[in-house]
């Protein structure tokens, strides 16, 4: 009978310490996230616009650009992610703009958050003053990596929604389901190098290594998915990202 009081008084301590951890880590995501606010409306607005003046163009080039589509060789078009030439808007952006720009471009953001969580906060002489208080370092990492996640997310729903907008005034239908799988599907590709970016930050401490790292990485997948699309792909197509694992954002599907 006496021992009742104590295992029930033990299970409320751990309930009591998870329910603490999870709200430190909760207060340190959503602060990491508002000191990026200013940045995930740069990224978002700047893609968004981008995305945009491409969608406003379709209707005036759509067919200037079938004709010089016709007359490229047929690993190019593979590599571009365009089979049957650019019939509608959504080839066009996904050619343009989901397949190649935004995944480069994009990537770019969460590798320089990875890289600034630990190894950029210690050049700067921040991480000493966080870990000056009562937080467990894996709530330092995790926190890095959720807040990436949720800026990625914003600026993802960003580029989305400006991307759209045009078709709204233009002889240029774009499906919202569309432009919306095109800027979601760069969300897990562009949080894979911002994770990494994170380990290598963790584990060297240097904000250039974990910045190059990721980045020459990423480059090098698209120059090797390149090759692999080649008219002898043999050597390289196994070593392909885009045989084996996601090496870009799955295309926007063509209504068509």
Same mark, same amino acid.
């Given at each position: 009978? /006496?021992?009742?009081? !104590?295992?029930?008084? $033990?299970?409320?301590?751990?309930?009591? $310490?998870?329910?603490?951890?999870?709200?430190?880590?909760?207060?340190? %995501?959503?602060?990491? +996230?508002?000191?990026?606010?200013?940045?995930?409306?740069?990224?978002?607005?700047?893609? @968004?616009?981008?995305?945009? *003046?491409?969608?406003?163009?379709? &209707?005036?080039?759509?067919?200037?650009?079938?004709?010089?589509?016709?007359? *490229?060789?047929?690993?190019?078009?593979?590599?571009?992610?365009? %089979?049957?030439?650019?019939?509608? !808007?959504? %080839?066009?952006?996904?050619?343009?703009?989901?397949?190649?720009?935004?995944?480069?471009?994009?990537?770019?953001? #969460?590798?320089? *958050? @990875?890289?600034?969580?630990?190894? @950029?906060?210690?050049?700067?002489?921040?991480?000493?003053?966080?870990?000056?208080?009562?937080?467990?370092?894996?709530?330092? !990492?995790? /926190?890095?990596?959720?807040?990436?996640?949720?800026?990625?997310?914003?600026?993802?729903?960003?580029?989305?929604?400006? %991307?759209?907008?045009?078709?709204?005034?233009?002889?240029?239908?774009?499906?919202?389901?569309?432009?919306?799988?095109?800027?979601?599907?760069?969300?897990?590709?562009?949080?894979?190098?911002?994770?990494?970016?994170?380990?290598?930050?963790? *584990? !060297?401490?240097?904000?250039?290594?974990?910045?190059?790292?990721?980045?020459?990485?990423? +480059?090098?997948?698209?120059?090797?998915?390149?090759?692999?699309?080649?008219?002898? #792909?043999?050597?390289?197509?196994?070593?392909? #990202?885009?045989?084996?694992?996601?090496?870009? &954002?799955?295309?926007?599907?063509?209504?068509?």
């Amino acid at each position: 009978m /006496s021992s009742e009081p !104590v295992v029930v008084g $033990a299970d409320e301590g751990v309930a009591a $310490a998870r329910s603490s951890a999870f709200s430190r880590l909760a207060v340190l %995501t959503l602060h990491l +996230v508002r000191r990026q606010g200013r940045a995930m409306v740069v990224w978002g607005v700047s893609l @968004g616009v981008l995305g945009a *003046l491409y969608v406003a163009m379709y &209707p005036s080039m759509s067919a200037q650009v079938n004709e010089y589509m016709s007359q *490229l060789p047929e690993q190019y078009t593979q590599f571009l992610g365009i %089979t049957g030439g650019v019939n509608s !808007v959504e %080839t066009w952006l996904a050619m343009e703009m989901f397949n190649i720009t935004a995944p480069l471009a994009l990537a770019f953001l #969460p590798i320089l *958050l @990875g890289a600034r969580a630990i190894a @950029g906060a210690e050049e700067r002489r921040g991480i000493d003053i966080l870990l000056g208080n009562p937080v467990p370092r894996w709530q330092v !990492v995790a /926190s890095a990596y959720l807040g990436m996640a949720l800026e990625l997310l914003v600026v993802a729903t960003l580029l989305a929604v400006i %991307t759209w907008l045009p078709s709204l005034a233009l002889d240029a239908p774009l499906g919202v389901a569309h432009v919306a799988a095109g800027a979601l599907n760069l969300w897990p590709f562009c949080l894979f190098f911002g994770g990494l970016a994170l380990v290598v930050s963790a *584990l !060297v401490r240097r904000g250039a290594l974990a910045i190059g790292l990721p980045a020459a990485i990423l +480059v090098a997948m698209y120059v090797i998915n390149g090759l692999g699309v080649s008219p002898r #792909p043999s050597t390289v197509c196994g070593l392909s #990202p885009s045989s084996t694992t996601t090496a870009r &954002p799955s295309r926007m599907a063509s209504p068509g």
